[in-house]
Structures are given as C-alpha cells and as structure tokens.
C-alpha cells in the first residue's frame, strides 16, 4: 500500500481544512488508517484512525476533527474544524494491518506527510 497525504496550508486560528491520504495498491479496506502529526521539537503523536468502521479520536482533537473513509476512492479523509495554533504539525496518514490503531510503531506504511500551520 503507498499512502500520499495532500490538504495541508496556512490557515488561521478557527479555521477549517480537510486533509486526504490517497491509497494504491491492492486490499486497502482490510487496513485501519491512522492520521498522526509532529509538531517541531516533539514526538509523533496519534491523532485519529479509522478501523472496521469505528472512529478513535485524540482527546485533543474531539469534537473539533472528523474522519472519514471512502473505500471505491480508496481514499481516508480528516476534516479539521475550529483549528488552533497548537494544532501546527506535519501530518501523515499511516496504515495498519493489525495491532493498536494508537500506536505509530505498529502502523505497516506511511505517507510523506504534509504541512498544517496555523496562525493565531
């Protein structure tokens, strides 16, 4: 599976974006998709994945942030509403065979990432 992550940019504090991670390759729904994010000077942390149809949130991202997936564009999408400058990271979509959805050491491929900024 080759993930490629695209939506990222410059937006101001409040505002919205939707980042997608477009994947190829053979078997995409027998995979979990997670969407991590590194900010500078800190650990990759998780932000949102999607598996078997449930939903996992970052507690610092609920409610604000929505993850969807459409499997005929074999394509995940994270809408991201009511941004904050702490939300300023590269963002990477990641898949997972099996393990935790949480853990980015058990994700089996990852996208190049891609830059959110957001302004105050």
């Known amino acids: 599976v080759q993930l490629q992550a695209s939506g990222g940019g410059l937006v101001q504090a409040g505002g919205s974006l939707r980042l997608s991670c477009a994947a190829s390759?053979?078997?995409?729904?027998?995979?979990?998709i997670g969407w991590f994010r590194q900010a500078p000077g800190k650990e990759r942390e998780f932000v949102s994945g999607f598996s078997d149809g449930s939903t996992y949130y970052a507690d610092s991202v609920k409610g604000r942030f929505t993850i969807s997936r459409d499997n005929t564009k074999k394509t995940v999408y994270l809408q991201m509403n009511s941004l904050k400058p702490e939300d300023t990271a590269v963002y990477y979509c990641?898949?997972?065979?099996?393990?935790?959805?949480?853990?980015?050491?058990?994700?089996?491929?990852w996208g190049q990432g891609t830059q959110v900024t957001v302004s105050s």
């Open positions: 390759g053979r078997r995409f729904s027998n995979y979990a």
């Open positions: 990641a898949a997972l065979r099996s393990g935790s959805i949480r853990r980015s050491d058990e994700y089996d491929y």
